[in-house]
C-alpha cells in the first residue's frame, strides 16, 4: 500500500535544509550544519524506496514511469536554476573562472558533479564561496543512486525475493564500511561519491522495507522521535568541518531521520506534531527550490561586491537569506508545482523533450564556454592579466602532497621535510596552509637558516582541539615524536587564526615553553572577503584602485589578541598585519602586475618573498620584543 502523505516528513525537510542554509551563512553555532544533505538522503531514500518496492512487489514497476516522476521532480527547477546562474555567471565571473563553471555546469546537467568536483575541491575549504555550482554534488549523488536502486531491486526480487532483505542490507553495511574508512584514509572522496554515501540512502530504504519494528506505543514513540530530533540537533550543533565525515559521524543525522520517520509510521507523537505544524510544512514543501537556490545566490550576492564585509555583513546575510526564500517560493509554485499536476502539466513525452532541449542548450553553453576561453573579450587586459593569478599553481613552492599535506599521509616525506642541517640554525614551520605559503620566502631570503615543514591543509599547530584524521597524524609525530627526539632553534607556529582558538594556541605555547622549546608565533596574514585578483581585476576594469582595500577583513582585533597570548608568556610574536599595513592601506602587489597573494589570504611566492624581506629588517627572532611594524615604517 501506497506510503501516506506525512506531514511530519516535510517538516523534517524544513529542519534539513535550514541546517544547510544555517551553515553557508557561516553562523558559528550551527558548525554542523552540513549534515542537513545526509537527513535529505534518508528521506528520499525512504520515499523512493517505498514507491519503487511496492511497484516491483506488485508486477507494476516501469522504468520509463519511474524516471518521469524523477524528471518532473528534479529536472524543471534545476534546469532553471542552471539557466539563471549561467546568465549570472557571464555576467560576475573572469574568464578562467568562467571556464571552470562552463565545466561545472556540464557536470551538473549530466549528473556526475560530485565527481567532478572531488577531483579539486574540498567542500569545507574557503575556495568554495566562488563555486556556484558546488551544492549540485548531493543531487548528483543521488541520481547516481537512483540509476543503480531500480535494477538491483528488480534483480533481487527474480533472484532471490525471499533474501531481498538481507541483500539490501548487505549493500548498506558495505557501504557504510567503505564511509567509516573512507573519512579517515580519504575525507575528500568519502565525502563526495555515491559507494560511501549509498548507504544513508538505503538505510532509508530500509525503513521502507518495514525491516524495523513498528513502535505501536505512544510512550515510545515519542522517546523515538524525539530522540531522533535530539540526535539531529546534536550533530548540527557539536560537529564540524574538522570532523571525520561522513562515516560514523554521520550515524547520528542519519540515526535520527530514521527514528523520526520510524516512529511516524507507526503513529503521532509530540516531535511529529511539532515537525507537522504549518510553517514548517511549509519550508518543507520548498526545500528543493530553497536548496537549490541559496547557494548560487550567496555566491552571486557576495561576487556583485555591492555588501563589503564590516557593517554590511548582516545586512547582506539577512538579505540573502530573504531572496533566497522570495526565489525559491516563485521557483516552487511556478516551475516545480505545473510540471507535477495541474492543467499545465505536460505529457510524458512533451517532458522528456523539454527536457532533452534544455539539456542540449546547458550542454552548448558549458561547451561553447570552454571553446572560447570564458569569453575573455568582457574584460580589458589588465584585468585579464591579474584575474590569470586566479589559477595559481601552490605545488612547487608550497611543496603540497610532501610537506603540506591535502589529503594522504603517504606523500609526507621527513627526511625532506624535517631535515636538521647542523651547519645551521634550524626551525620548524607547523600548521595549515598560511604556514605553508610563509616557507618558500623563509628559505628564500633566510639562506643561513634552515627551515623545516610540517603542515596540512586545515590544520591548526595546537593541543587540545578536534582535528581530522591527517592533521591528528602530522601533530601527533611532530609533538610526540619529533620534537621530543631533535632539538630545534625554534617552533614557528602559523594558521588561519580566530578567537575561539585563544585557549588552544595558549595551551600549546605552555606545552612548548615547559619544554624547553623556543617559539614564535605568527599573527594572521591580511585576508579579503574575496580573491584578491579578483578584487584588483575589477578594481583595473573599473579604474578603482581601492576596490581590494573596502574589501579587507579588519584583523586587528585578533591581531592584538595573539600578541596578548604570546607577550603573557614570553613568547616572541611576528604581526603580519604591521609588516603589511600601514596607516590606511595594505601592500596589495608583490611587484607590478603581480599580487601579493592568490586567493582571500595566501601568498604567492613572490608575496612570500616580500613578506619574509621585511620581515628580514629585523632578526627573524630577535632577543627582545620589538614590533615590526615600527622597525618597517622607521625604515631601519
Known amino acids: 500500500m501506497t506510503e501516506a502523505y506525512r506531514k511530519d516528513i516535510d517538516g523534517l525537510r524544513a529542519i534539513a535544509v535550514t541546517t544547510v542554509i544555517a551553515f553557508h551563512t557561516q553562523w558559528p553555532l550551527l558548525r554542523g550544519g552540513f549534515i542537513g544533505v545526509d537527513v535529505f538522503f534518508v528521506i528520499s531514500g525512504y520515499l523512493m524506496g517505498s514507491l519503487i518496492i511496492e511497484d516491483v512487489s506488485a508486477g507494476r514497476f516501469s522504468i520509463i514511469s519511474f524516471y518521469e ?4 521532480r528534479i529536472f524543471p527547477a534545476l534546469a532553471f536554476m542552471l539557466l539563471a546562474t549561467s546568465l549570472l555567471a557571464y555576467l560576475f565571473l573572469l574568464p578562467g573562472e568562467l571556464k571552470d563553471y562552463a565545466k561545472s555546469v556540464v557536470a551538473a546537467t549530466l549528473s556526475y558533479s560530485n565527481i567532478y568536483f572531488s577531483h579539486f575541491t574540498n567542500y569545507f575549504t574557503s575556495g568554495t564561496p566562488s563555486i556556484p555550482l558546488l551544492h549540485t554534488w548531493s543531487l548528483a549523488v543521488e541520481e547516481q543512486f537512483y540509476a543503480v536502486l531500480p535494477i538491483f531491486i528488480i534483480l ?39 559507494h560511501s554515501r549509498a548507504w544513508e540512502l538505503l538505510l532509508g530504504t530500509l525503513l521502507s522495507l518495514r525491516a524495523f519494528p513498528r513502535l505501536r506505543a505512544p510512550l515510545s514513540r515519542n522517546l523515538a522521535s524525539a530522540a531522533g530530533l535530539a540526535l539531529i540537533g546534536v550533530s548540527a550543533f557539536t560537529l564540524s568541518p574538522a570532523t571525520n565525515f561522513p562515516g560514523f559521524a554521520a550515524l547520528m543525522p542519519c540515526g535520527g531521520a530514521a527514528l523520526i520517520i520510524l516512529a511516524g509510521r507507526s503513529g503521532s507523537s509530540l516531535t511529529g506534531l511539532i515537525l507537522s505544524c504549518r510553517p514548517l510544512v511549509f519550508v518543507g514543501q520548498i526545500s528543493y527550490s530553497l536548496y537549490l537556490w541559496h547557494w548560487p545566490i550567496f555566491v552571486f550576492m557576495r561576487m556583485s561586491e555591492l555588501f563589503p564585509l564590516g557593517s554590511h555583513e548582516v545586512l547582506m546575510t539577512i538579505l540573502a537569506v530573504l531572496a533566497t526564500t522570495i526565489v525559491a517560493t516563485l521557483s516552487w509554485k511556478y516551475v516545480e508545482a505545473p510540471f507535477r499536476g495541474g492543467p499545465l502539466r505536460p505529457a510524458r513525452w512533451r517532458l522528456f523533450e523539454l527536457a532533452g532541449a534544455t539539456v542540449v542548450l546547458l550542454l552548448g553553453f558549458g561547451l561553447a564556454t570552454l571553446a572560447a576561453r570564458g569569453f575573455p573579450a568582457r574584460f580589458s587586459q589588465p584585468a585579464i592579466a591579474m584575474a590569470s593569478y586566479l589559477k595559481y599553481p601552490t605545488a612547487a613552492y608550497m611543496r603540497t602532497g610532501k610537506c603540506f599535506l591535502l589529503q594522504r599521509w603517504e606523500g609526507f616525506d621527513p627526511a625532506q621535510c624535517l631535515h636538521m642541517d647542523n651547519a645551521r640554525k634550524n626551525y620548524l614551520l607547523l600548521g595549515d596552509s598560511h604556514a605553508a605559503h610563509l616557507w618558500y620566502g623563509l628559505s628564500s631570503v633566510f639562506r643561513e637558516d634552515n627551515f623545516m615543514q610540517a603542515t596540512a591543509a586545515g590544520c591548526h599547530p595546537f593541543l587540545g582541539r578536534e582535528r581530522d584524521a591527517l592533521c591528528d597524524r602530522l601533530l601527533t609525530y611532530v609533538f610526540s615524536d619529533f620534537l621530543e627526539h631533535h632539538k630545534i632553534d625554534g617552533l614557528l607556529l602559523a594558521s588561519v587564526w580566530s578567537e575561539q582558538d585563544r585557549a588552544a594556541v595558549a595551551q600549546t605555547l605552555d606545552w612548548a615553553l615547559a619544554r624547553g622549546i623556543r617559539v614564535v608565533l605568527f599573527g594572521p596574514i591580511v585576508q579579503y572577503d574575496d580573491a584578491l585578483p579578483r578584487l584588483l581585476a575589477f578594481g583595473a576594469e573599473d579604474h578603482d584602485p581601492g576596490r581590494a582595500g573596502h574589501h579587507r ?31 590606511d592601506s595594505c601592500t596589495e602587489l608583490a611587484a607590478p602586475g603581480i599580487p601579493l597573494q592568490f586567493d582571500y589570504g595566501h601568498l604567492t611566492s613572490d608575496g612570500s618573498v616580500v613578506v619574509a624581506e621585511r620581515l628580514r629588517r629585523l632578526s627573524l627572532l630577535p632577543e627582545r620584543l620589538v614590533s615590526i611594524g615600527e622597525i618597517f615604517r622607521s625604515g631601519r
Open 69 to 72: 516522476r524523477r524528471v518532473r
Open 156 to 194: 533481487a526480487h527474480r533472484l532471490w525475493r525471499r533474501g531481498f532483505g538481507l541483500l539490501l542490507l548487505a549493500a548498506t553495511l558495505a557501504s557504510f564500511a567503505f564511509s567509516a574508512y573512507g573519512a579517515y584514509a580519504d575525507r575528500i572522496s568519502a565525502f563526495y561519491l555515491l
Open 553 to 583: 577583513r579588519d584583523l586587528s582585533g585578533l591581531d592584538e589578541s595573539m600578541r596578548d597570548i604570546a607577550d603573557a608568556r614570553g613568547v616572541e610574536y611576528i604581526s603580519l598585519q604591521e609588516a603589511l599595513c600601514g596607516r
